[in-house]
């Protein structure tokens, strides 16, 4: 008889589950094209699913969840058609918490909440640590759990809270959440980022040339559509913005941000801009300058008593710094090149 393997929770794996990718955009006709295009270039975030959701004031929210790659799903007229509006918030999955062997299409994000003041889709990107224990309080409540994300607990939080408007009730639902999050939301008027006290998972506003504004997991997303970085938000901080104006708050109070490094290593593009990234920066240009010293005095010679190393087989330096060397080397990620394109958003329809 095989034992199974001894889970903590529910949500333990045996592998590392923490990254997905978030986008929104407010202000634009369209504004699916350009999710799309932000998620497209977030898919090394996540490969298992994606999803977006739009409001447009005649149709009201719109959804789309699919399996599989951005471009397979988010190219086809007929798809796009179907999420009107100039507002949309979208998300591409790499399962953190719920169903991993059979992944449900349920569980695929944003998901979305009607309340009383109107409806609500939420876009979750890191762990929620305190899952388990939020989920079976709010199940012996009365909640009705629909998937086996933990990201659903947002949802049905936002619904037990007495506040007014939909931000207050995200700062409610949030100051019960431990882990790691950054948060993209959406309402019939707003467009809502939010990371937590420490900054884990990053989060980036940015700027259309017509005054729309992006929110993006990393600014790789923002080259894509044209949009200039106009800062990271900051650690605990939510922004609400609505009819062109940035509303700043702290609904967690003083924090000091403790960025996660596996987002240098692992998760990231090496095109990604932040405050974290270009502090280590100096370190790349002090490497590059080690090949010249090299070739000026030879460390290993001939008449070395000891042999010279054997040739490594990692990364030459030219492709792991691009930047430093001044020169463009092969892009390593799983999404588009980071140059500047048109400002057009529209995809070549398939």
Not at 50 to 79: C, E, L, M, W
Not at 255 to 265: L, N, Q
Not at 279 to 306: D, E, F, N, V, Y
Request: hydrophobic residues 40%; positive net charge; proline residues 7%.
């Amino acid at each position: 008889m095989m034992m199974q393997p001894f889970l903590a929770h529910p949500f333990d794996s045996d592998r590392l589950h923490e990254e997905c990718g978030v986008f929104g955009v407010i202000g634009v006709a369209d504004a699916a094209n350009f999710v799309a295009l932000g998620l497209h270039a977030l898919q090394h975030r996540g490969q298992e699913a994606g999803g977006i959701i739009t409001h447009d004031p005649a149709s009201g929210f719109n959804s789309a969840h699919r399996f599989g790659y951005v471009r397979d799903n988010f190219t086809k007229q007929s798809t796009m058609e179907t999420l009107p509006g100039p507002l949309a918030i979208g998300h591409v999955r790499y399962s953190t918490a719920g169903t991993k062997a059979a992944p449900a299409i349920r569980d695929v994000q944003p998901f979305f909440g009607e309340f009383a003041m109107g409806g609500c889709a939420v876009a979750h990107n890191g762990n929620i640590t305190n899952a388990e224990a939020l989920r079976r309080e709010l199940i012996e409540r009365g909640s009705i759990f629909q998937s086996s994300s933990d990201s659903e607990c947002i949802i049905h939080l936002m619904a037990r809270s007495i506040q007014r408007n939909i931000p207050e009730r995200m700062k409610d639902a949030l100051r019960r959440i431990e882990g790691a999050f950054s948060v993209i939301a959406m309402t019939r008027t707003k467009l809502i980022g939010v990371r937590d006290p420490l900054g884990v998972r990053p989060l980036v506003m940015g700027r259309l040339e017509d005054g729309a504004y992006v929110l993006a997991s990393e600014t790789c997303a923002l080259d894509i559509v044209g949009a200039q970085l106009v800062r990271e938000i900051e650690p605990g901080e939510m922004v609400v913005i609505s009819k062109g104006v940035v509303e700043s708050s702290r609904p967690f109070g003083p924090s000091k941000g403790r960025f996660c490094i596996f987002e240098h290593v692992y998760f990231s593009r090496p095109d990604r801009s932040s405050a974290a990234v270009r502090s280590t920066r100096p370190a790349a240009r002090s490497g590059s300058s080690w090949p010249a010293r090299l070739r000026s005095k030879p460390i290993w010679s001939a008449q070395s008593p000891i042999a010279a190393p054997p040739r490594p087989s990692a990364m030459p330096m030219k492709a792991a710094f691009p930047s430093a060397w001044g020169s463009s080397a092969t892009n390593m990620s799983a999404g588009p090149s980071s140059s500047r394109p048109s400002r057009s958003a529209t995809w070549a329809y398939a």
